[in-house]
């Protein structure tokens, strides 16, 4: 069975600072991949990056990072230079092709910018 | 990047109605679509997964009857919840994805609110 853990249900952050989201994970399967996605309020959901089990390098988009430590199997997003905007909630997802290639999602963790 | 269309965003009804709920993919064919149901401040939950021309598998403990889902085209699929009662009020969002080397793209939502 798939499995994510998101530790943090809420963090506040202060503008222009970074931020690290927790997400550890559980599979038997050695091919998988990792998803961040972002929901703001209004409700859509927000790709913003990806990481294959077998990517040697950490994944980048422009502030947002992923931290993967497979041994450890974590798969921590962290942003940098927090604006106002990335007020939302965080959800760490996995799919594996022993799940039939669905997403599984953790709990979430809202993140609050503070001016 | 690619775009997923979901119509309408807000449907309020009266109890024992039914609902239909569209999911276009705009730029991309959607060889896959999944629907997930999400109650506040929770997460995603995976209902049924839709593949073209197929019928669509559904999670344990989701009523197939209840959500009657359809997948006629690569580009559309529709989630019908069918006799609504108050406690089908959610937020429902679909996502596609091309092929299971791309990342799901989610459509906007859909509040539903039966009374």
């Known amino acids: 069975a798939q499995k994510i853990t998101q530790t943090q249900p809420g963090m506040f952050v202060q503008e222009k600072e970074a931020v690290t989201l927790d997400c550890t994970y559980d599979?038997?399967?050695?091919?998988?991949?990792l998803f961040w996605y972002k929901q703001p309020s209004s409700g859509e959901m927000i790709f913003l990056i990806y990481?294959?089990?077998?990517?040697?390098q950490n994944a980048t988009e422009g502030r947002y990072s992923l931290n993967f430590q497979k041994a450890r199997k974590s798969a921590n997003l962290v942003i940098s230079a927090s604006q106002l905007g990335d007020s939302a909630m965080y959800f760490c997802?996995?799919?594996?092709?022993?799940?039939?290639?669905?997403?599984?999602f953790g709990g979430g963790t809202r993140v609050l910018v503070k001016p | 990047g690619a775009v997923v269309s979901q119509h309408p965003s807000w449907v309020i009804c009266k109890s024992g109605t039914s609902v239909k709920i569209e999911c276009r993919s705009l730029?991309?064919?959607?060889?896959?679509m999944f629907w997930y149901r999400q109650f506040p401040k929770q997460s995603l939950m995976l209902m049924a997964t839709?593949?073209?021309?197929?019928?669509?598998?559904?999670e344990q403990g989701v009523e197939k009857d209840k959500f009657l889902i359809n997948h006629a085209s690569l580009t559309l699929s529709t989630l019908t919840v069918t006799s609504a009662h108050p406690e089908d009020s959610s937020f429902y969002i679909c996502?596609?994805?091309?092929?299971?080397?791309?990342?799901?793209?989610f459509g906007d939502g859909t509040r539903l609110s039966i009374l």
């Open positions: 599979t038997s399967d050695q091919s998988y991949g």
């Open positions: 730029d991309f064919q959607a060889t896959t």
């Open positions: 997802a996995m799919r594996a092709k022993a799940a039939g290639n669905k997403l599984t």
């Open positions: 839709s593949n073209e021309g197929s019928k669509a598998t559904y």
């Open positions: 996502s596609g994805h091309s092929d299971t080397n791309q990342p799901q793209h």
């Open positions: 990481q294959g089990s077998y990517d040697e």
